[in-house]
């Protein structure tokens, strides 16, 4: 009997005790940066378009939406008939012309032969020489106008002024097309996330600052290269560089977290934090070997060289000390 209330006794004292304390935790104000999270969208950090240099009708179109193109690659062939039948009337132009200097050729060694013998006079000579120089002019300026409607026909192929992903493509095979209409767009110069920001975060925002990518504290990390001067709707644009960023969804938008500043706080691991009938409560040691459970609000859980925190609100103070599980 005497056993039995001694068992008894030490198994209340130990119920009593709690659980064994382990080496506490010393809390101190700690500097956290604050983020802001907004949406990046992906896109080209130039986009430029392909026009065509001549009107007419897109016989042939290439490229689609996604292809990659290189500098100078064609993307379409426009054709315009009327270009065919100045050649055509170039063509016969010429050989009148040619004719005619053949003619004037002709007269001007005939005249030659006749002044030789004194039966024609000089006069009558350098006119025939006259009319050979203009009609070799005539042929050389006809020359001329027949390359310009080569060129034009050449102007037909509509390359690639850069290489790059094409992004848009607003016409079809066979649709009729103006100069200087856009047959295709290319994205150029690399591919970026492009931040619409709130000019309030203006002051904040400085170019080499890192970003977090997607939610909460992970591994992808960007970097804001850019700060573009102009505000938009109220907004800020900025560009941000990822690694390994997926440029096969132009467009496409994702979580970004900028950091807004720092402010002091107070950090728990968050291993220390127990949830009990819906109230988080940590362990704090007392006097003596004593160990007090104190009701506290948590806030943003953060990662710190590996480690899991979380802030706490209220409910400590600096200095107390945090035991451990």
Known sequence: MLLRITLAAAVFSVWLSGPAISEPVILKQQQVVDYKAVYGTVEAKDEVPARARIGGTIVSLQVSEGDIVTAGQVLATIVDDKI???????????????????????????????????????Q?????????????????????????????????????????????????QGAVVLPGETVATIGVGGYFLRLAIPERYRQTLRQGTAIQIGPGSGAAQ????????????????????????????????????????????????????????GLDMVRVAG???????????????????????????????????????
Request: aromatic share 2%; charged share 25%; glycine share 6%.
């Open 287 to 325: 006097e003596g070997k004593k160990a007090n459970q104190r009701v506290v609000l948590v806030g943003q859980r953060r990662n710190i060289n590996g480690k899991d925190f979380v802030e706490v609100l209220s409910g400590l103070e600096a200095g107390d000390k945090v035991l451990l599980p």
């Open 222 to 277: 960007g970097r804001l290269v850019k700060i573009y001067p102009q505000i938009e709707n109220g907004r800020v644009i900025a560009d941000v560089t990822v690694a390994n960023l997926d440029q096969e969804l132009l467009k496409s938008r994702i979580l970004v977290r900028i950091p807004l500043g720092t402010r002091p706080a107070l950090l728990v691991p968050l291993s220390a934090v127990e949830t009990r009938f």
């Open 124 to 172: 009558r000579r350098d006119a025939l020489q006259t009319q050979v120089d203009v009609a070799r002019n005539n042929i050389t300026a006809a020359v001329q106008d027949r390359k310009v409607l080569e060129q034009q026909r050449a102007d037909g192929a509509v390359s690639a002024p850069e290489a790059g992903r094409v992004i848009i493509v607003p016409l079809t």
């Open 84 to 122: 065919d039948f100045q050649l055509r009337a170039s063509d016969a132009r010429l050989r009148a012309l040619q004719s005619a200097y053949d003619n004037a050729q002709s007269e001007l060694k005939r005249a030659q032969e006749l002044i030789a013998r004194g039966a024609t006079t000089a």
